[in-house]
């Protein structure tokens, strides 16, 4: 098994450090071999060669069967608007480059933590949902700048029948698997990308005659989902509504440090923890690293199709919640691990 | 006081009534005359005149020193794409032709009901927040279309510094009333609109040296909202995220039908519950009034600048929730009231 490795800035380093022993504690015992190949990305890149996805990074990951991401970012970009090279740009060129179409975003609830949720238990107790944010197209890559002296701005959301066809199928695809319910999650009554959107999957429902497909608007899932996010499978969006919304549904599991997500491509795929490159806590071994550890067994699981492992790695984070070898965030009162004795403890 | 009265569609006119009511009984209270002249709006204007926002309605609204609105929308237009003409436009080409360029949205607990929310008591006590969504401009009204034999869709989002900047005085304002915290929710790390957001804003600080501004992205809010409200004053922000995230705020407090809005323009205010039309409801003398009566009521302060009015309006709406005189939604166990009864009631 060939693996880029992409550990990235802040906490990244430390988190994917955890994935890689746990990962390679079930390589050992299911007789496989990983190759891992580490690369640069990020403010680290930036620093090192003055760009946040360097060609170099690309070819690892091209190389490679599968990439296990990390997270950037850095405050000294933050606060510097005017700054010319920025982490997120190699995010995003490397989504672009990577092809990676479908950011697809698991939200749900693990039984011990479920009181930690700022939900009431009732509301939430057995989510599952899952989000297929499309993650090429939009208003992230199409045409911006200023006009007017840069006194009057403009963004472009452009999208084609073929981008939302791939990524609807892979909607229906995925809720054919779990409980046959797609939801697509538009605004077409307002937008024409939107109504593009609404037009192509209602064309493919005749293809997945089983699968039960509702429309609705961005502003409604944006409340129903924290009233009643039981009532949700499986959800395609856009890029941007995508972004905001699958932070949004974050929320409900309770800890942020503990979601995992995939980003899948035609030939390549990427698997990352859902938060962020957290730099308060950067080397100081306190970070969660279990959203790492759990995007590995998505990696098992998707881009190898390893289920008996991605199970392994899933049993074991439960065992370890359960048991209470947990990161300072999930401690409350009990004892607080450091990020590599809880990585330790798992592999 | 001469105030255009647009009931709109399904529960509008009943909550509408309600609110006339309110506000007759407070003009006599405090010695005003009231001048309601109605127009047609929605699916009932479609019905009656062939499209959404009549010119004869508009007329009236010009003329008035305040809209009242009810609500528009009408189910039989959600399942028909191909509907040439839509209540929904209707309300942008009011909000456009009003130039109703700041949406109002306050967020805020009522002691009695904060157990109705989904999140726990402890997470929204006290929360007292304040949206201002800009209305006019952004991706609702930029240039959009299809090309390539319709196969590719595309929306602009265009902002100008005036417009931005219109709307971020206001919320500093707004905020030197409240708090003094103003948050700019923006995706600058993306977009050119919001980098130009982003910097309007920054500019304009040196005027108000007393409110302290934080900067946070659109993604980053949609979860902390949820998480710790507490933590936010006044919000600014454009018009497509101020969609999604206002209507996401409307669920802290346990009931959309309590929440009221104020859309304001350089001469005319408009004043509208923030829930919809709710057409299974329609015509059942069921729905929650009271949105709309504190709408009259931010009419009575924002639009007359009649604070005391405004006040007797809010102190009689607590009243009714803390003795119990409240429609089926809020009921719980104990009588529900029709809506007429709880007008009757407050008037
Ligand atoms: C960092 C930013 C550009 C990125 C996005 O908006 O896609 C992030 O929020 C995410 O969701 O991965
Ligand atoms: C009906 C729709 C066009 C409208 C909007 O998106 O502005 C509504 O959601 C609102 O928030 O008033």
Not at 45 to 56: F, K, L, N
Not at 163 to 187: H, I, N, P, T, Y
Not at 308 to 314: G, K, L, N, Y
Request: aromatic content about 8%; proline content about 4%.
């Amino acid at each position: 098994l060939k693996i880029a490795l992409l550990a990235g800035d802040g906490i990244g380093p430390e988190v994917i450090d955890q994935a890689v022993k746990v990962s390679n504690a079930v390589a050992e015992k299911f007789n496989h071999e990983i190759n891992w190949e580490s690369a640069l990305t990020g403010a680290a890149a930036i620093d090192a060669v003055g760009e946040p996805y360097p060609d170099e990074t690309h070819e690892v990951c091209l190389n490679a069967d599968a990439v296990l991401f990390g997270a950037i970012g850095h405050p000294r970009f933050d606060n510097d608007p005017s700054a010319k090279v920025r982490p997120e740009q190699g995010l995003l060129k490397m989504r672009q480059k990577l092809g990676l179409f479908a950011n697809v975003r698991p939200t749900f609830t693990f039984p011990s933590l479920i009181d930690k949720s700022p939900l009431k238990r009732e509301r939430i107790e057995g989510t599952d949902l899952v989000f297929l944010r499309e993650l090429t197209g939009g208003i992230y890559f199409g045409k911006r700048g200023r006009e007017d002296d840069g006194n009057t701005a403009f963004d472009t959301c452009t999208y084609t029948r073929a981008e939302v066809e791939r990524l609807a199928r892979k909607g229906f695809e995925m809720a054919r698997q779990r409980s046959k319910k797609l939801c697509c999650v538009d605004k077409a009554n307002v937008l024409e990308t939107s109504r593009l959107w609404r037009e192509t999957v209602q064309n493919l429902e005749k293809d997945y005659p089983d699968v039960e497909v509702s429309y609705e608007f961005v502003d409604a899932v944006a409340m129903r989902l924290i009233q009643w996010p039981n009532a949700y499978d499986v959800l395609i969006t856009e890029n941007l509504f995508g972004d905001v919304l699958t932070d949004e549904a974050s929320v409900i599991s309770g800890s942020m440090g503990l979601m995992p997500s995939a980003s899948l491509g035609e030939k390549t795929s990427l698997f990352e923890p859902i938060h962020g490159s957290y730099p308060q806590a950067a080397g100081k071994d306190i970070a969660n690293p279990l959203a790492t550890v759990l995007s590995a067994a998505m990696m098992f699981e998707t881009a190898f199709g390893l289920q008996a492992e991605a199970d392994a790695i899933r049993t074991v984070v439960n065992k370890s919640l359960a048991e209470g070898v947990v990161t300072e965030d999930l401690a409350e009162g009990g004892k607080a691990h450091k990020t590599s004795q809880v990585g330790d403890w798992l592999a």
